[in-house]
Structure formats: structure tokens, C-alpha cells
């Protein structure tokens, strides 16, 4: 999605003849129907090993327009295309399968258009409801784990689509945005996975109250920068999604967060997570309403950090404004559901729907002229600088922020924008960043990294102003590494 530069990109040349100098390599001459492969084999030899060249280029199964059917206990291997697709299917269920050696995604549930994903234009479709991924091994991917589109984001219909107790590594082999999780749409849940190594980022959500919980997330964005484990973001109305009870660990240092939080992205509630060995544990970009609490951080360089639309000299129109406002538009402006609109049915009921979590959603508004266009300067009696930049139902002001309760461990501060002059995400939310228990190692802490719970006797957090005895044993109670991957008797 990016221009190819210095600064940015790495490259590989793949199918190189003159390149063909590593063990795995292998060239494949088509030149004049030559039809010759070139392979450079672990060990120098071929002998006692299985090789395979897949030409296979389609789906194992295709599931379209079904209820209720089980595929369980296969080992699919090799293809060019995806390993499951499932299409308008019902309470469908993959059980116990081994996915690998494929270069797209091991499943799909559902598809998207052809736009990508960092415009308004991008839709998913077809996406059924109800459909499970389960005890299942999904690795040695080109793309991503599963594909989960269900839900209808105009009226806040649920997929209810489960991703659970399976293990997924070394996904994302010749794209990036290729996660081990697509949540998008609405409803569904990836929990209980075991997802560990690979490039880039784990789980992307391009939705509403979408669950992610439960998980191991390790070695991860280990070749990428500017990245999160977590991604999410160029979307005010992407509401409560829930990252809780997960374990973040040795995630690539390279300027990446654990939950990424970006352009504009609003609404994420992240609770009662580990984050161990990250560069950034969170990263709050211009969005509003995000809820960070009840966190524990170790060895973490920083608890998180900010950056603001006001950053530069509050230039207007405001970073990758086009798709902000249209996405913003094409939920909650009330118009005729064409174009960037939504129905006025629609809107109330996202207004009903996020009333309790979101009180003020009624008032959010994208700063805009009296000709109803997005301001593209300060003026006076118009876009004024309090209605862009001071309001705090404007989209462009980063309210309603929380982070509090926070156990940090070998970690260091939050670390707030230098380039807005003066201002950061505190500025707007005075309470933020409160609560914070420091503490210089584990064994201080009462703290156990394997397990991740506290030794309910001896933690310091006990007597530690905003937790207490009782904050202790509703970490311990809901905070567990058990169960996680694919179980072992199903």
C-alpha cells in the first residue's frame, strides 16, 4: 500500500537464478517450456526427503449456502489458493484440521471486494453466521489464519462467528495485513489461540463489539515497524472491541506497540492483559473513548504513547481525512443508506445500541463549514478553532481517553507527544495515565510470569493506592494462561 522507499521497505528477489544461494531456495525456469526446478535442499541432498511442488491452486472445501456441517480430524496440504472457504454458510463447523503449506489464508468466512482495506470502499460480504473454527492447526501460511467476516455493521447485526483453542505460526510468509485473525464486521470472537511467530501483525478489526480473549500472542511484528500485534484503526466507529485476558510477549522492538489504536480508531476497551518484553504497549492515535485499565506491563520500554491530530500546527484538513469522515458517514450520518450514509433506522439504533458505553455518541460530529463540508481551515465564525480542535464531542480531539490501574513492572512512563505544542492526551483527559503501581522487578511485585497471576499474600498491591486485596483476586480469578491452543481430548 505504500511507496517502495529507503526509509520504509525491505525487498526480496524471488525466482532468481543467479540468486539461488541458500538452503529452501529454489528457481523455477518456464523459459521457451524449459519447465526445469531448480532447488537447493536442506543438507545438499534430496535423499530420505519428501519434496513436493504444489500446483494445486484452489480451495479444499468450499462450503456455499449450507447449515450445519462438520469437517473434522483432515491434514490439508498445498495449495496456491486458501485451504477452506466458506460462503452464506450457517452454524458450520471446522474441527481438529491441520492446515498448512498454503499461500493464501488457511480459512475464509466470507470475502472481500477488491478495494483495500485502507479505504471507505472496502466491504466484506457473504459471511453466514454462527460458523466455528476450533482445536485446529493452522501454519506455514502465505496469507493469514481465518478470514471471519460476519455481521452487518449498517444496522449492528451480529456474525457471531468463534475462533477458539487453536494454534496458529509462521502465517503472513508473502504478505502483510495477512493476520492470524480478520475480525471484521460484527460479533465474533478469536479466543483461547495460540498465535506465535510471524512478520507482521495478529489480529486486525475492522468492526464493532468484537471479542478477542484469552489468547498467547508471542514473537510477533518481528520484521516490521510501525505495527501492532493488535491493529486497528482510520475508523471513529469501530466500537467496543474487547482485547482482555490475553498475554502479549517479545513482541519486535522496532518502533511497534502491542494494541495499536490508529488514526482516529475509538472505542477499544483493553483489560486485565500482560504485556512482557514490547517496545510500546499501547498506542493511542487522535482517537476518543478508548479505555485502557487493570493492566500489568513488564519489562516494557514504554507503558504506551500518543500522538494528536494537533500536531504540526493543527494543519486541516487533518491526517487521511477522506476515509475518516466517510467512514464516519457511512454509519452515522442519517441520510438514505446510499453512498456514505446510513438510514435513519440504522443510526438510532447505533445510538440505542452504544448509549450506556458512549453517552455522548449523539453529539459526535466531524467538523465541518455551514455547507455541511469538512473544515479545511480555522475561521471565524465558522470551523472555529474551539469547534475543531477544543470541542470534545469533535472528532478531531482525542476525549474521553482512559488509562488507569496499571502494574508496571521493570517499565517505563507513558510517553506523550512532543510535537503539539504542549498538548498530549492528557491535556483532554486530566484522570489519565492514573493509578499506575511501579514496581522494579517481578519478585517485588508478587508477581509470577509464568502464570501471570500475583501471590495473593505478599503483593505490594494489596495497599497500593486504587487496587487493594480485592482487585488481587479478580485478577487472579480472571486472568489465566490454561486452556490455551488446541485441547488436547476434544
Known sequence: MYVATDKWTSFVAQNVLSELDAEGEYYIDRWQDHDTLYYYPPGGTVEGKEISLTSFDAPFFQLEDVTGVTLKDLRLNGTTGSGVRLLDAESCTIDGLEILNVSMDAVQIGEANDAITAIAEYRTSRGGHRNRVVDSRLHDLGGGGVFTAGGDRDSLERGDHVVEHNEIYDFSKL??????????????????NDVHDAPHMAIQIMGNDMEVTHNRFERLVTHASDQGVIYAGRDYTYLNNVVAYNLFKDVGADGNQAVYMDDGMSGMVVHHNVFDNVQHGLFYQSGHSNVARDNVFTNV??????????EGGK?????????????????LKAGDGTGFTNTRQNVETWYRHYAKQYPNIRDWYVPSDAQGEPCTAV???ECTDEQVWSDPDSLYVPAHNVLTRSVSIATGDFAYTDDAGGLSVKTFNPGFDSFNAKLATPAEAGFDAATGRFDARATPLNRAEGFGPAWVREWNRTFSLDGIGPRAAR
Do not use: Q
Open 315 to 331: 494543519r486541516l484538513p487533518v491526517a487521511n481525512a477522506k476515509v475518516v469522515v466517510e467512514r464516519f458517514n457511512d454509519m
Open 379 to 381: 475561521g471565524d465564525t
Open 301 to 310: 520500554t514504554y507503558i504506551g504513547h500518543d500522538k494528536l491530530y494537533h
Open 175 to 192: 504478505a502483510t495485513y495477512t493476520p492470524a485473525g480478520y475480525m471484521y464486521g460484527v460479533g465474533n470472537t478469536f479466543r483461547y
